[in-house]
């Protein structure tokens, strides 16, 4: 691939305590991933982002992180890291890693010498400690994950956690927090990693004792754009490495200010993932990608590991998502998701740009609507008072093989209970059925290496609930989002999401011709 793979590469999300378990504990690690590259390989994808794989005392699935330069031991060592990047750069896989700089954990190093230095300690300073207003909390913020943004310490001051109290926000303006994060990016480019995608990347710069100035007190601060700028600078030393931020803003012009050419090299593309399954909705969110982006790659991502997988979503009445309201419950029909994302599957592949596939999702993994109460891991859970079930739904260990749990994910007892129909829908099963969503992911994957990726398109005019464009290759990809069968455009077929009675495109399919 070239220099700016980045621009085109389809990028596997892999959620280590889901993917495989090497050693028989439950929790996915590091060496059943190693065993699997194979797998991925064959899949078709060219890079793998992996979720935090840090020390933690997981109070947020890892995005608590305890140390940024090692690897938390239910997940293996430091040394199989580096030998995982080894092995996957091997078979032309190149690897990104989480880095998450808003908050850390209670148990980092840095946290506790605060804790131990006391009030109006230099230690304090690296976070956003605060006495309290009228025995209460220092302002009114609240966490992302429900209740207050604020936990009182034993010595009366309150420190700030935009999420859980168990990950304390730093203070980006002090100068120790941005040493050591471009030091963190160094260790990790150093040990040969291809790219860093920016956890919770729009929120790092806030002032709580700042007066109300109109604007978001932590969303997409301006301040945000230095650090990226600093990021960029380090990154650029270094050859064919990106940055992609998780930066959720629904304006995408203000989202396309994080793409400048001396910022980050991407970003996900949150308002594809939270369209609905209706065409003039997804073909404005893909026109405003392309308004906003300018000369800066686009990304097209249907699911990630804090969002309803796609086929419980697209057989909901309301297909569209929102964190504020995940629709837990929310009937849906099965046969219908899967149809539907079947058909965005090919839809998303086929726009110009990268891909992301969150594991699972070439799987056609519905949502696990049913974990018991008593097995929530999610702090959604428990700081909502138990009206969100969160995320562990779309989090549940995959099935490779067998009809049983567990599934080949490992020898023992999964962290999250895996359902006993997923028997139809382990790697096992649908490796040899041509008709599975794994055989749809395969093939489309292969093609899209020839024929897709980055690149520029052209629309038809066409039916109003019809997605039909052109890529500059000469691939043509349609989509039937109207309720009634529409004729196929001329070409030679070379995949579709669902079979073609009559030569005609049927409803909630997508075709390839060339
Ligand atoms: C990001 C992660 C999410 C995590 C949150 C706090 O949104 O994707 O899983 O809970 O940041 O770190």
């Known amino acids: 691939m070239p220099e700016t793979w980045w621009r085109g590469a389809a990028i596997y999300q892999v959620y280590p305590r889901s993917f495989a378990d090497g050693n028989g504990d439950g929790v996915g690690d590091l060496a059943g991933l190693r065993t699997r590259l194979d797998h991925l390989a064959d899949l078709g994808i060219d890079a793998i982002w992996l979720n935090p794989w840090y020390p933690s005392p997981m109070a947020d699935g890892g995005y608590d992180v305890a140390d940024y330069r090692d690897i938390e031991p239910v997940f293996g060592t430091l040394a199989e890291a580096e030998a995982l990047i080894a092995e996957a750069h091997e078979r032309g896989i190149r690897i990104i890693v989480d880095v998450v700089p808003n908050h850390t954990s209670v148990a980092s190093a840095w946290f506790k010498a605060a804790l131990a230095a006391g009030p109006g300690s230099p230690e304090r300073a690296r976070f956003w400690f605060r006495p309290g207003v009228a025995g209460g909390p220092p302002n009114d913020w609240r966490s992302i994950f429900g209740g207050p943004a604020w936990t009182q310490v034993p010595d009366g001051e309150w420190y700030l956690h935009l999420f859980a109290p ?14 050591d994060f471009l ?7 150093d040990r040969g990693v291809d790219g860093i995608r920016i956890d919770s990347a729009a929120v790092l710069v806030k002032d709580p004792d700042a007066e109300p100035d109109g604007l978001d007190p932590y969303t997409d601060r301006d301040g945000c754009h230095d650090i990226y700028r600093e990021w960029r600078r380090l990154t650029d030393t270094y050859p064919d490495r990106m940055l992609v931020g998780e930066v959720w803003l629904p304006d995408a012009e203000r989202l396309a200010r994080y793409l400048r050419p ?5 970003v996900f593309n949150f308002p594809f993932l939270g369209a609905p399954w209706n065409a003039p909705a997804l073909r404005a969110v893909i026109d ?19 969002v309803t997988r796609p086929v419980t979503r697209y057989g909901r009445p309301d297909t569209s998502f929102d964190h504020a309201d995940r629709k837990h419950g929310m009937a849906t029909d099965p046969s219908l998701g899967l149809r539907r994302a079947r058909a965005a599957a090919l839809l998303a592949l086929a726009l110009p740009g990268s891909v992301y596939i969150y594991q699972g999702e070439e799987l056609g993994l519905p949502e696990v609507e049913d974990l018991p109460d008593e ?13 969100d079930r969160g995320r562990d739904g779309c989090r549940v260990p995959l099935p490779w093989s067998g009809t049983s749990p567990p599934f080949g994910f490992g020898t023992g007892t999964p962290w999250l209970p895996q359902p006993p129909e997923w028997k139809t829908l382990t790697v096992e099963a649908q490796s040899t059925d041509p008709d599975s969503m794994l055989s749809l992911y395969r093939t489309a994957l292969h093609l899209r290496r020839t024929h897709l990726g980055d690149g520029t398109l052209t629309w038809h005019d066409t039916h109003p609930d019809v997605l039909s464009f052109t890529r500059d290759t000469g691939l043509t990809c349609v989509t039937n989002l109207s309720p009634t069968p529409v004729p196929l455009p001329t070409g ?5 999401s669902s079979p ?13 011709l060339l």
Request: charge should be negative; charged fraction near 20%; hydrophobic fraction near 40%.
């Open 492 to 496: 030679t077929l070379l995949l579709s």
């Open 166 to 179: 168990e990950q304390p926000d730093f203070n980006w303006t002090h100068p120790d927090v941005r040493v």
């Open 500 to 512: 073609l009675p009559h030569n005609l495109l049927p409803p909630d399919t997508t075709a390839w």
């Open 262 to 266: 001396d910022e980050l090299h991407t």
């Open 288 to 306: 405003d990608t392309f308004t906003a982006l300018g000369d800066a790659p686009a990304t097209w991502v249907l699911s990630n590991h804090d």
């Open 375 to 387: 097995v929530l891991q999610d702090p959604i859970w428990t700081r909502s008072g138990h009206t």
């Open 183 to 189: 030091d963190v990016l160094r260790f990790w480019f």
